[in-house]
């Protein structure tokens, strides 16, 4: 069954399940026709005893009363005495047991029986009679078996009528509740043939939170393809942003290098130029690709993770950026309760993404105004703070300052690749902070980082 379609295996469960009850019905009323026939006969044989033993009290009875032979008339009656010495010459019609005699000496009590009369079927009750007697009463009961045969007849039709609707019935609620897996099975099956993530499943409308397992399964499905369609044109987007970033210095390079080649035409003046000019060209393309590498790594090995002291790491990363931006001022304030605070990270890529904050800061501020860097504590996060009293960051570029090689129009003109705030979004991310740029009250430039403590040392 494993190996054979859901379909099949669904129509075959419904099916089944449908037929079941449909036989279940069936067989119960059947059962309790039959039940309520036998109830009426031995409810007419026991009124037939009744009138019988009243009218032995009024008149003592011969040994039979009625047609027994034929059955014709509505019941027929015998007494048996208790000791078979005292059976009347003329034999019986009805069957004698031993557990008629039984009945007749007062040993047992009443009961039914079947037997045949003349061909007949017939119901038989035995029941004691005062004197050391039983009295029988036999009615004929094929009747009663006519009717139980035509009602199983009736019931065999109607629950064949019910096993065939349940197949109908089973092959309808494969196809209608697996209507949204088929969909979504062609839909995976054109986007694997076709390689076009643009392509949906089209679900119900107005589902207004009504829907069931598979709707949401297609849902979640559609949406599994928008971020899938999100991810393929971010990579096809970071490919062709970086082979146009890419173009340019590789063209300088292998201008200067074929220069180079005819080092012996250059005065050594043009070539110290050039060697400097591919030096400093080497040095941009290793630094774009090493960003381009990070960028395309989404978490933090796992084994490198560990309880990183934030205020030590952003101390180094200021150190650093005074000796890299010596005309630049840094001010540095931390709380005293940040001192103590841990987070969990890479101390590396924490130093990275700080020092990218701190670059683009010296990079934007005014000449001879400050680069204003805070650290605060709290409960649960260590919030550090990066300004700078450049020209800001206008309404138009806000929401895309942390784009990969995105680049304000302000921003043009300066040294870099556009990769910088885009690699430090993404480390934030990893350890699972939050990195939001902002108007600085004032003028300016305010970057916002929130990075989850993880304890107080």
């Given at each position: 069954?494993?190996?054979?379609?859901?379909?099949?295996?669904?129509?075959?469960?419904?099916?089944?399940?449908?037929?079941?009850?449909?036989?279940g019905?069936c067989?119960?009323?059947?059962?309790?026709?039959?039940?309520?026939?036998l109830?009426?006969?031995?409810?007419?044989?026991?009124?037939?005893?009744?009138?019988?033993?009243?009218?032995y009290?009024?008149?003592?009875?011969?040994?039979?009363?009625?047609?027994?032979?034929?059955?014709?008339?509505?019941?027929?009656?015998?007494?048996?005495?208790?000791?078979?010495?005292?059976?009347?010459?003329?034999?019986?019609?009805?069957?004698?047991?031993?557990?008629?005699?039984?009945?007749?000496?007062?040993?047992?009590?009443?009961?039914?029986?079947?037997?045949?009369?003349?061909?007949?079927?017939?119901?038989?009750?035995t029941?004691?009679?005062?004197?050391?007697?039983?009295?029988?009463?036999?009615?004929?009961s094929?009747?009663?078996?006519?009717?139980?045969?035509?009602?199983?007849w009736?019931?065999?039709?109607?629950?064949?009528?019910?096993?065939?609707?349940?197949?109908?019935?089973?092959?309808w609620?494969?196809?209608?509740?697996?209507?949204?897996?088929?969909?979504?099975?062609?839909?995976?099956?054109?986007?694997?043939?076709?390689?076009?993530?643009?392509?949906?499943i089209?679900?119900?409308?107005?589902?207004?939170?009504?829907?069931?397992?598979?709707?949401?399964?297609?849902a979640?499905?559609?949406?599994m393809?928008?971020?899938?369609e999100?991810?393929v044109?971010?990579?096809?987007r970071?490919?062709?942003d970086?082979?146009?970033?890419?173009?340019?210095?590789?063209?300088?390079?292998?201008?200067?290098?074929?220069?180079?080649?005819?080092?012996?035409?250059?005065?050594?003046?043009?070539r110290?130029?050039a060697?400097?000019?591919?030096?400093?060209?080497?040095?941009?393309?290793?630094?774009?690709?090493?960003?381009?590498?990070?960028?395309?790594?989404?978490?933090?090995?796992?084994?490198?993770?560990?309880?990183?002291?934030?205020?030590?790491?952003?101390?180094?990363?200021?150190?650093?950026?005074?000796?890299?931006?010596?005309a630049?001022?840094?001010?540095?304030?931390?709380?005293?309760?940040?001192?103590?605070?841990?987070?969990?990270?890479?101390?590396?890529?924490l130093?990275?993404?700080?020092?990218?904050?701190?670059?683009?800061?010296?990079?934007?501020?005014?000449?001879?105004?400050?680069?204003?860097?805070?650290?605060?504590?709290?409960a649960?996060?260590?919030?550090?703070?990066?300004?700078?009293?450049?020209?800001?960051?206008?309404?138009?570029?806000?929401?895309?300052?942390?784009?990969?090689?995105?680049?304000?129009?302000?921003?043009?003109?300066?040294p870099g690749?556009?990769?910088?705030l885009?690699m430090?979004?993404?480390i934030?991310?990893?350890?699972?902070?939050?990195?939001?740029?902002?108007?600085?009250?004032?003028?300016?430039?305010?970057?916002?980082?929130?990075?989850?403590?993880?304890?107080?040392?």
């Amino acid at each position: 069954m494993r190996r054979r379609p859901l379909r099949t295996r669904l129509t075959l469960a419904a099916s089944c399940a449908v037929a079941a009850v449909a036989v279940g019905v069936c067989l119960a009323a059947f059962l309790v026709i039959r039940h309520q026939l036998l109830h009426q006969l031995d409810l007419h044989l026991s009124q037939s005893a009744r009138l019988a033993e009243q009218q032995y009290r009024r008149e003592p009875l011969g040994v039979v009363q009625g047609e027994c032979r034929f059955l014709a008339a509505p019941a027929c009656a015998q007494l048996v005495p208790a000791r078979a010495a005292e059976d009347p010459a003329k034999p019986f019609l009805l069957p004698v047991t031993e557990a008629t005699r039984e009945v007749a000496s007062g040993e047992r009590g009443a009961f039914y029986g079947e037997t045949s009369l003349a061909g007949h079927r017939a119901r038989l009750l035995t029941t004691p009679l005062d004197g050391d007697r039983a009295l029988q009463v036999a009615v004929r009961s094929d009747t009663v078996d006519r009717g139980v045969r035509q009602a199983a007849w009736v019931l065999g039709v109607l629950g064949a009528g019910g096993v065939l609707l349940a197949g109908a019935l089973g092959s309808w609620v494969s196809r209608t509740g697996l209507a949204p897996v088929t969909r979504l099975t062609a839909t995976a099956e054109h986007i694997t043939s076709t390689r076009d993530v643009r392509h949906r499943i089209e679900l119900p409308p107005e589902r207004g939170g009504r829907e069931d397992e598979v709707t949401r399964l297609a849902a979640s499905f559609n949406t599994m393809l928008d971020e899938l369609e999100k991810s393929v044109s971010a990579q096809r987007r970071l490919v062709a942003d970086a082979s146009h970033e890419l173009r340019t210095p590789l063209t300088a390079l292998r201008t200067n290098a074929e220069l180079l080649t005819r080092a012996d035409r250059l005065s050594d003046a043009q070539r110290d130029r050039a060697t400097a000019a591919l030096a400093r060209q080497l040095r941009e393309v290793t630094t774009l690709v090493n960003d381009l590498i990070e960028l395309a790594r989404e978490e933090e090995p796992s084994p490198l993770i560990e309880d990183v002291h934030l205020t030590s790491v952003l101390t180094h990363a200021v150190d650093a950026a005074r000796d890299h931006w010596p005309a630049v001022p840094f001010s540095l304030s931390v709380a005293p309760d940040a001192h103590t605070a841990t987070v969990a990270g890479v101390p590396a890529r924490l130093s990275r993404l700080l020092s990218s904050l701190l670059d683009n800061a010296a990079k934007f501020t005014s000449p001879g105004l400050p680069v204003d860097v805070t650290c605060t504590a709290s409960a649960d996060h260590l919030e550090v703070l990066i300004r700078d009293h450049g020209p800001g960051i206008t309404d138009e570029d806000l929401p895309y300052v942390f784009d990969r090689f995105y680049r304000a129009r302000a921003a043009r003109a300066l040294p870099g690749s556009g990769l910088g705030l885009a690699m430090a979004r993404q480390i934030a991310r990893a350890h699972e902070a939050s990195l939001t740029a902002e108007h600085a009250p004032g003028g300016g430039a305010l970057f916002r980082l929130r990075v989850p403590v993880s304890g107080f040392r």
